[in-house]
Protein backbone atom coordinates (compact mmCIF):
# COMPACT_ATOMS: atom_id res chain seq x y z
CA UNK A 1 0.00 0.00 0.00
CA UNK A 2 2.91 2.49 0.78
CA UNK A 3 4.19 1.83 -2.40
CA UNK A 4 1.20 2.39 -4.59
CA UNK A 5 0.60 5.92 -2.98
CA UNK A 6 4.21 6.56 -3.37
CA UNK A 7 4.04 5.43 -6.62
CA UNK A 8 0.11 7.59 -7.26
CA UNK A 9 1.54 10.49 -5.91
CA UNK A 10 4.76 10.69 -8.40
CA UNK A 11 2.19 10.75 -11.43
CA UNK A 12 0.95 7.20 -11.58
CA UNK A 13 1.56 5.24 -14.37
CA UNK A 14 2.95 7.43 -17.43
CA UNK A 15 2.80 4.99 -20.45
CA UNK A 16 -1.04 5.01 -19.38
CA UNK A 17 -1.46 9.29 -19.17
CA UNK A 18 -0.60 8.92 -15.08
CA UNK A 19 -3.59 6.36 -14.25
CA UNK A 20 -3.67 5.93 -10.61
CA UNK A 21 -3.61 2.32 -8.95
CA UNK A 22 -6.44 0.94 -6.76
CA UNK A 23 -5.26 -2.09 -4.46
CA UNK A 24 -8.46 -4.61 -4.53
CA UNK A 25 -7.81 -6.45 -1.42
CA UNK A 26 -8.76 -9.93 -0.61
CA UNK A 27 -7.48 -12.80 1.84
CA UNK A 28 -6.84 -16.31 1.25
CA UNK A 29 -6.30 -17.29 5.06
CA UNK A 30 -3.94 -19.34 3.80
CA UNK A 31 -6.31 -22.10 2.81
CA UNK A 32 -6.52 -23.30 -0.83
CA UNK A 33 -10.44 -22.93 -0.86
CA UNK A 34 -10.63 -19.80 0.51
CA UNK A 35 -7.97 -18.55 -1.89
CA UNK A 36 -10.28 -20.24 -4.97
CA UNK A 37 -13.01 -18.30 -3.68
CA UNK A 38 -11.15 -14.96 -3.55
CA UNK A 39 -9.61 -15.50 -6.63
CA UNK A 40 -12.85 -16.22 -8.65
CA UNK A 41 -13.89 -13.24 -7.47
CA UNK A 42 -11.49 -10.73 -8.42
CA UNK A 43 -10.87 -12.47 -11.63
CA UNK A 44 -14.39 -11.69 -12.36
CA UNK A 45 -13.97 -8.05 -11.73
CA UNK A 46 -13.86 -6.46 -14.93
CA UNK A 47 -12.04 -3.46 -13.64
CA UNK A 48 -9.26 -5.53 -12.67
CA UNK A 49 -5.98 -6.00 -14.91
CA UNK A 50 -3.84 -8.17 -12.40
CA UNK A 51 -3.83 -10.20 -9.55
CA UNK A 52 -0.87 -10.56 -7.37
CA UNK A 53 0.16 -13.04 -4.67
CA UNK A 54 -0.04 -15.38 -2.50
CA UNK A 55 3.31 -16.03 -0.71
CA UNK A 56 2.26 -19.89 0.14
CA UNK A 57 2.42 -22.75 -2.43
CA UNK A 58 -0.25 -24.43 -1.12
CA UNK A 59 -2.89 -21.22 -2.01
CA UNK A 60 -0.90 -21.22 -5.21
CA UNK A 61 -0.96 -23.96 -6.59
CA UNK A 62 -4.99 -24.00 -6.36
CA UNK A 63 -5.17 -20.76 -7.82
CA UNK A 64 -2.67 -20.56 -11.04
CA UNK A 65 -5.20 -23.10 -13.15
CA UNK A 66 -7.29 -19.98 -12.50
CA UNK A 67 -5.30 -17.17 -13.65
CA UNK A 68 -5.14 -19.27 -16.99
CA UNK A 69 -8.70 -20.12 -17.09
CA UNK A 70 -10.06 -16.00 -16.54
CA UNK A 71 -7.18 -14.88 -18.65
CA UNK A 72 -5.24 -13.00 -16.19
CA UNK A 73 -1.88 -12.14 -15.26
CA UNK A 74 -0.81 -13.21 -12.09
CA UNK A 75 2.28 -12.35 -10.14
CA UNK A 76 2.97 -14.84 -7.79
CA UNK A 77 5.13 -13.29 -4.79
CA UNK A 78 7.23 -16.23 -3.28
CA UNK A 79 5.65 -19.70 -3.88
CA UNK A 80 8.49 -22.68 -3.98
CA UNK A 81 6.38 -25.21 -5.16
CA UNK A 82 7.19 -26.37 -8.99
CA UNK A 83 3.15 -26.99 -8.92
CA UNK A 84 2.45 -23.10 -9.32
CA UNK A 85 4.38 -23.35 -12.66
CA UNK A 86 3.66 -26.06 -14.33
CA UNK A 87 0.22 -26.01 -15.26
CA UNK A 88 0.47 -26.84 -18.58
CA UNK A 89 0.10 -23.95 -21.49
CA UNK A 90 0.85 -21.01 -19.63
CA UNK A 91 0.83 -17.25 -20.58
CA UNK A 92 -0.61 -15.93 -17.49
CA UNK A 93 1.29 -17.06 -14.11
CA UNK A 94 4.52 -15.30 -13.20
CA UNK A 95 6.76 -15.43 -9.64
CA UNK A 96 8.91 -13.17 -8.27
CA UNK A 97 11.64 -16.34 -6.91
CA UNK A 98 12.50 -19.21 -7.96
CA UNK A 99 12.21 -22.72 -7.01
CA UNK A 100 12.70 -26.33 -7.47
CA UNK A 101 11.55 -25.75 -11.04
CA UNK A 102 13.82 -22.47 -11.68
CA UNK A 103 16.77 -24.56 -11.01
CA UNK A 104 16.54 -23.68 -7.17
CA UNK A 105 18.50 -25.97 -5.12
CA UNK A 106 18.67 -23.97 -1.79
CA UNK A 107 18.54 -27.25 0.93
CA UNK A 108 21.39 -28.98 -1.28
CA UNK A 109 23.46 -25.34 -0.57
CA UNK A 110 22.90 -25.61 3.05
CA UNK A 111 23.41 -29.17 3.51
CA UNK A 112 26.65 -28.90 2.10
CA UNK A 113 27.58 -25.56 3.60
CA UNK A 114 26.38 -27.22 7.15
CA UNK A 115 28.26 -30.17 5.69
CA UNK A 116 32.17 -27.89 5.19
CA UNK A 117 31.60 -25.81 8.17
CA UNK A 118 30.79 -27.90 10.78
CA UNK A 119 33.56 -30.03 13.01
CA UNK A 120 33.68 -33.84 11.29
CA UNK A 121 31.37 -32.65 8.62
CA UNK A 122 27.86 -32.90 8.59
CA UNK A 123 26.74 -36.43 9.55
CA UNK A 124 22.89 -36.52 10.38
CA UNK A 125 20.09 -34.08 10.02
CA UNK A 126 16.34 -33.83 11.09
CA UNK A 127 14.05 -31.98 8.75
CA UNK A 128 10.47 -30.49 9.86
CA UNK A 129 8.45 -29.23 7.46
CA UNK A 130 4.98 -28.73 6.09
CA UNK A 131 2.90 -31.49 4.36
CA UNK A 132 1.71 -28.97 1.69
CA UNK A 133 3.61 -28.33 -1.35
CA UNK A 134 5.62 -25.62 0.08
CA UNK A 135 6.92 -28.05 2.72
CA UNK A 136 7.56 -30.95 0.06
CA UNK A 137 9.30 -28.92 -2.59
CA UNK A 138 12.25 -27.76 -1.14
CA UNK A 139 12.63 -31.35 1.10
CA UNK A 140 11.86 -33.69 -1.63
CA UNK A 141 12.74 -31.62 -4.53
CA UNK A 142 16.32 -32.01 -6.06
CA UNK A 143 18.02 -30.74 -2.70
CA UNK A 144 16.74 -32.68 0.04
CA UNK A 145 17.10 -36.09 -1.82
CA UNK A 146 20.17 -35.33 -3.46
CA UNK A 147 22.00 -34.50 -0.36
CA UNK A 148 20.62 -37.82 1.50
CA UNK A 149 21.82 -40.01 -1.72
CA UNK A 150 24.71 -37.50 -1.51
CA UNK A 151 26.06 -38.97 1.59
CA UNK A 152 24.82 -42.17 1.72
CA UNK A 153 21.95 -42.04 4.21
CA UNK A 154 20.08 -44.90 4.53
CA UNK A 155 17.76 -43.93 7.35
CA UNK A 156 16.36 -40.66 5.00
CA UNK A 157 13.41 -41.42 5.79
CA UNK A 158 10.31 -39.01 4.35
CA UNK A 159 8.22 -37.94 7.91
CA UNK A 160 5.22 -35.38 7.38
CA UNK A 161 4.23 -33.11 10.18
CA UNK A 162 1.41 -30.35 9.69
CA UNK A 163 0.89 -27.07 10.24
CA UNK A 164 5.08 -26.63 11.03
CA UNK A 165 7.01 -23.72 8.82
CA UNK A 166 10.03 -25.59 6.67
CA UNK A 167 13.13 -25.55 8.78
CA UNK A 168 16.80 -27.26 9.21
CA UNK A 169 17.22 -28.63 12.95
Given at each position: E???????????????????IELV??????DPTTGVTEFERLAQNDELCAIIGPYNSSVG????????????????ANC???????IGENKYVYR???????????MLYVMNYLDEHLPGGLEKIAVVYDSDDFGGAEIFGAGGI?????????????????NIFGMII
Open positions: TYVDYYNEHGGIQSLGGAQMADSASSATTPLAVKYEIPYMITSDAVMTTNIGEFDGNPYGWAQHAGDPCFRRRQKK
